[in-house]
């Protein structure tokens, strides 16, 4: 028998969430706009990767001791994708009231794209694609286990 009731937890901003996600929606048909979402998903994911090792090649200690902050090998002998400078969170966030956003939003990605298969020696669109798919969904499940686990401790 059921009672009807559901058993999820309300984690207090999940209003908000859903009231600044349907307005960055506007008239985007849903199927589309998931795309979107995943995107700038992804991007702050991987940018958030890459400014936590910058931070470690930024102090300098054991193996990182006299690291190139610049030199894509650095990031990516430890996993980490390199991410251009107009491609960083930081940088699109100072850019966030530009009427041009969606352009630099583009842009950053398509960097993003051109980068990630500079480092892998393919002139193929097509390993890029598999490897964003798998790190969109990483990102996003890390993202909401991020979310979930501060508000559990905060």
């Not at 998903?41 to 610049?70: M, N, V």
């Not at 950053?108 to 790190?135: D, F, K």
């Amino acid at each position: 028998m059921t009672t009807g009731k559901t058993h999820s937890a309300n984690l207090g901003f999940e209003a908000k969430l859903w009231l600044t996600a349907d307005k960055l929606r506007n008239n985007m048909d849903a199927a589309e706009y998931k795309h979107v979402v995943l995107g700038l998903i992804f991007l702050k994911y991987i940018s958030d990767t890459f400014e936590e090792h910058r931070a470690k090649l930024l102090a300098g200690k054991g193996d990182y001791k006299g690291a190139d902050l610049e030199d894509p090998d650095e990031y990516k002998a430890e996993n980490v994708f390199w991410v251009p400078t107009d491609a960083r969170w930081a940088h699109l966030q100072a850019s966030a009231k530009q009427p041009t956003i969606g352009k630099i939003v583009d842009d950053a990605m398509v960097a993003i794209e051109h980068t990630i298969l500079a480092q892998s020696g393919s002139n193929s669109g097509e390993p890029y694609w598999v490897c964003v798919l798998i790190h969109k969904q990483q990102a996003m499940m890390k993202l909401l286990l991020h979310h979930l686990e501060t508000w559990r401790n905060g």
